[in-house]
């Protein structure tokens, strides 16, 4: 009698507890203390905002939502958007409009320009909470150095890596027998196959690395682009890009006169016959395609042989976010190595991980090694170099400087 | 009550579109205090005028507007010249009205998944026709000179136009003056054009104006069919608002009021062409040129107008077909197979946006369709019919270009709700579903016959029973159609819907423009039919429930 009567108090103030630290938003979560962290996202819903465009990664979204709701209480939103900056500019006119707590975006997928942009704006969770995950210690922070470093910002534990992404090429070799295997090369098969090879109209985020990654193999020294761009002469710097461009637009689908306006109607134009040849921020993206009957299954993947441009995409927590621990415990949950490797599963979405797969517990690690990457997937070995990302500013320039010449 | 309730419209019309307009100048001129705009300035004008191919951009959305409007205008004005009263125009008038209904993002898909050259037109005719087996390298959808964008606007105004003409014409006599002139010898397109024109044109000319407005600042159908070497301004301007360089924000709102100049600069030469073309009209009835040898502008017309309405029906129909698809190669006409996998797939994330869009959509069409019916019975009451000048702020919602204020209302909602409301989204809706559904009802409204209220105030009725048991009964038909037109406004809103709303309440359209962006045609054919499905089922409830309640009211069917 006396314990029920102990346990029934015990609970209303754990329950009152709860309550106010619900009220409290004054103070942000310790992830350092993550039973407390825990308790606090018990029953609240976090709104991501997540780019919607791929109904695969839709679907792995929706199942983190039901494993989080099962394990920890909380509720999952995924926000469907079409464009990240228009989070960023979301997040600023609630910041315009005075709203400092309770804010409308609780987590975003993000990284480059728009990180580095939230960063220098003070629009992120300002403490550095992402490094006090509790599975951040699977994270492989020395063999995936541009987890701590995104576009060569360092993260500050401001965003949670969530996977990696490197580019690769491909192509139908039931149509092409020869692929191009540098930028020079590029353009010699595009001046022999007139009007089949295009890439994503920049800013699109993968036409901004096709233009960085030409700017790698054609640039003096390709170490300048590791610094901010006020440090060069952007001009000198870019001339041989610009010059390369101007030889191979010609040669290229539409005259370079349209541009498709991202990977996924690239990838609908190979797939159309229209291109030969299509690239994806993703070493999966044509076993996927194939998968899901949007590629045919003779397409194959290949990379340059001076390597290809790699990086990591995470998520990051607004400065204003409502429901700020549940944010966390869903960043941790996709970090964690079980979810990790569902995501790696090309059948579900093939996006590489960011984990030191051998830090890893045995039953995951076993299941990482066995993982099929599927038909078109090249080997982790077969990859090649990966060559990191320029510094954002380098990006911005490149963008502005190509709408004026070819944009307009 | 009632008394205030026209007063009450407007505010709920104008408020928030000049609340929008200063929210987004202020920034303009550099005033936004969080981001440390404290000093007015011009510079962001600057920036925006010297932008590359910002004067291209502001051009292709001049004349796209301009020869959209003309274009579709004379489509629909040379048909009901050579056509009207004629069985043929009878089944055209049935095969273009549902298509008023397609939301103009699912028209814009369906157009642009027919006619690129890897399209299904293409598809259909090769290799037999053409010879290829592989798509040319032709520059159709997105072309710099935005023609695949006005044929998809120009495909969709013109049902548009045919209605409110349609509805103009009992009260211009068109018959008789169609008798009269061909009795004088005159070609039908010609008696027309002298005779009825000026007075048809006279009563449409808003939505003339309402169309020309929206063309010079469209961004759905930009975005799916028109140029993007440069964009037309308006994209630029989402552009500008989306980027994550911050700044970039008091260059949107300097943006924003170019885009207000060239839908003013729009309407400007416009309205100057009215008065050239009336002088040259004065002229040409003068002269007194019978041109009866009509036949084959009669019968292009015709074609045109048949080719522009059929390409929207193919449009969807090629949606439905890739919706089911499997890997679909070309130049195969049908996909190498079929499967419900897409459909299975997206069924599950379906249910959110569905609630949302019905929630919204029945909402801001019953505030919206219960403040027109107390504006119109106050009307009754009072005697005073709306002066043409009330009946241009009507309009000043969808004259004002959507960019230019929905971001100045973004802050505004925000600063009023704290945070984003699913009450915010509905009232922006009303914003554009009222004058709608207020042009839709007033016409049968006041056309109803006063004798019927004279005959139940003389049996010692009151106005309110008068108005429930006797108007609104009789012109249920009109109100359900009212309503169906709003709710078809309101499942096509993109902008207010993802501004306003925070991208917290999904819709069909807004799921379906998210998802563009990953350019899965399987995909984008799911929501763009579901898109240009739910009107369907507004307009078929508003035909069938009149149809089934008055079913032994012989009298009461003709009023549909």
């Excluded at chain 1, 754990?14 to 308790?39: F, H, I, Q, R």
């Amino acid at each position: 009698m006396l314990k029920t009567l102990f346990r029934a108090t015990f609970a209303g103030l754990l329950a009152l507890g709860t309550a106010y630290a619900n009220d409290d938003k004054m103070s942000d979560p310790n992830p350092g203390d993550w039973p407390s962290v825990l308790e606090k996202a018990n029953g609240q819903t976090v709104y991501w905002h997540a780019w919607g465009g791929e109904p695969r990664i839709n679907d792995y979204i929706a199942w983190a939502g039901r494993q989080i709701k099962e394990r920890h209480g909380v509720e999952l939103v995924h926000v469907k958007v079409s464009d990240t900056g228009s989070v960023v500019s979301q997040v600023l006119a609630e910041k315009t409009a005075g709203t400092m707590s309770g804010g409308s975006v609780d987590l975003i997928w993000i990284n480059g320009e728009n990180f580095a942009a939230m960063k220098r704006e003070s629009l992120l969770l300002s403490q550095s909470w992402a490094n006090a995950l509790p599975n951040f210690q699977f994270v492989d922070v020395t063999g995936k150095p541009t987890v701590i470093n995104d576009f060569t910002v360092p993260t500050d534990g401001l965003e949670a890596p969530w996977g990696m992404a490197q580019l690769v090429f491909y192509y139908d070799t039931a149509i092409t027998k020869q692929v191009p295997v540098s930028m020079v090369s590029l353009l010699e098969w595009a001046q022999s196959n007139p009007g089949r090879f295009s890439y994503p109209q920049p800013p699109d985020y993968v036409g901004s690395t096709f233009l960085k990654q030409a700017l790698y193999e054609l640039v003096e020294d390709p170490t300048v682009l590791q610094k901010p761009l006020e440090d060069a002469d952007f001009k000198t710097v870019t001339q041989p890009l610009f010059s390369y461009l101007d030889d191979l637009h010609p040669h290229m689908w539409r005259k370079a006169r349209a541009f498709p306006q991202n990977t996924a109607s690239l990838r609908q134009l190979v797939a159309d016959g229209e291109l030969e040849i299509g690239f994806a921020f993703n070493p999966a993206a044509a076993s996927n395609a194939i998968e899901n009957n949007e590629l045919p299954d003779t397409v194959r993947s290949f990379v340059l042989e001076e390597g290809t441009i790699g990086n990591t995409h995470f998520v990051a927590i607004p400065f204003n976010a409502n429901a700020k621990a549940g944010a966390m415990v869903l960043a941790d949950f996709l970090m964690s190595p079980e979810a990790q490797l569902r995501k790696q599963d090309p059948t579900v979405w093939g996006d590489p991980t960011v984990l030191d797969v051998t830090k890893t517990p045995a039953k995951e690690r076993v299941a990482f090694d066995k993982l099929d990457l599927g038909i078109a997937t090249l080997k982790p070995s077969e990859l090649g170099i990966v060559l990191p990302e320029p510094h954002p500013s380098w990006m911005v320039e490149l963008e502005k400087a190509w709408l004026s010449r070819y944009g307009v | 009550m009632l008394k205030h309730i026209p007063a009450l419209t407007l505010f709920i019309l104008i408020g928030p579109v000049l609340a929008g307009l200063l929210g987004a100048l202020l920034p303009a001129f550099g005033i936004l205090p969080t981001l440390g705009g404290t000093e007015a300035t011009v510079a962001y004008f600057a920036e925006v005028l010297t932008t590359p191919g910002v004067m291209r951009s502001s051009c292709i959305s001049l004349l796209v507007g301009l020869l959209t409007t003309a274009i579709s205008l004379s489509i629909v004005m040379t048909l009901i010249a050579g056509w009207q009263g004629t069985r043929f125009f009878k089944a055209l008038q049935s095969l273009l009205s549902p298509l008023l209904s397609v939301p103009h993002a699912a028209a814009a898909f369906g157009l642009a998944f027919l006619i690129a050259p890897s399209g299904w037109l293409m598809r259909l005719f090769s290799p037999w026709a053409t010879g290829l087996s592989r798509p040319p390298d032709w520059l159709i959808v997105n072309d710099p000179m935005a023609l695949s964008m006005m044929a998809g606007l120009i495909a969709k105004e013109v049902p548009f136009l045919l209605l409110v003409a349609l509805a103009a014409l009992p009260q211009s006599d068109a018959r008789q003056k169609a008798n009269l002139a061909s009795t004088l010898g005159y070609g039908p397109i010609a008696g027309f054009y002298k005779t009825t024109f000026p007075l048809v044109y006279r009563q449409i000319r808003l939505p003339v104006l309402a169309v020309l407005a929206y063309a010079t600042s469209v961004v759905d159908v930009a975005i799916i069919l028109g140029p993007t070497t440069p964009p037309p301004l308006s994209v630029r301007l989402l552009q500008w608002m989306n980027d994550p360089e911050i700044t970039e924000r008091f260059k949107a709102s300097a943006g924003a009021q170019l885009q207000l100049c060239v839908t003013a600069c729009a309407l400007v030469v416009w309205l100057l062409s009215e008065r050239v073309i009336r002088q040259f009209g004065f002229k040409s009835v003068v002269k007194g040129k019978r041109h009866f040898a009509d036949e084959t502008i009669r019968k292009t017309i015709a074609l045109l107008a048949i080719l522009s309405s059929a390409m929207v029906l193919a449009g969807i129909a090629t949606l439905g077909i890739w919706s089911f698809a499997g890997f679909w190669r070309f130049p195969n006409a049908l996909p190498n197979s079929f499967t419900l996998d897409i459909w299975a797939r997206q069924g599950m994330g379906l249910e959110t946006p569905m609630q949302n869009t019905l929630l919204i959509g029945i909402t801001a069409t019953l505030i919206a369709v219960t403040l027109t019916l107390a504006c119109l019975e106050q009307e009754a009451r009072s005697g005073k019919t709306a002066t043409s000048r009330a009946l241009l702020l009507l309009y000043v919602p969808l004259i004002v270009p959507q960019v230019s204020f929905l971001f100045g209302l973004e802050i505004l909602a925000l600063q009023l709700g704290g945070k984003a409301h699913i009450t915010s989204v509905v009232l922006t809706h009303v914003i554009f579903v009222l004058p709608y559904a207020y042009l839709s009802l007033a016409d049968p409204w006041r056309a109803w016959d006063k004798r019927y209220a004279a005959v139940a105030f003389g049996m010692g009725h009151g106005p309110n029973t008068v108005f429930w048991r006797v108007r609104v009964p009789m012109l249920l038909s009109a109100i359900l159609t009212a309503s169906a037109v709003g709710f078809a406004v309101s499942i096509g809103q993109y902008l207010a819907t993802l501004l306003i709303g925070g991208g917290r309440f999904p819709t069909i359209t807004t799921e379906a423009v998210a998802l563009a962006s990953g350019g899965d045609r399987r995909v984008i054919g799911v929501y763009a039919l579901i898109q240009a499905l739910l009107p369907f089922i507004g307009f078929g409830l508003a035909l069938f429930v009149p149809a089934i309640l008055y079913r032994n009211r012989r009298a009461l069917k003709a009023t549909a």
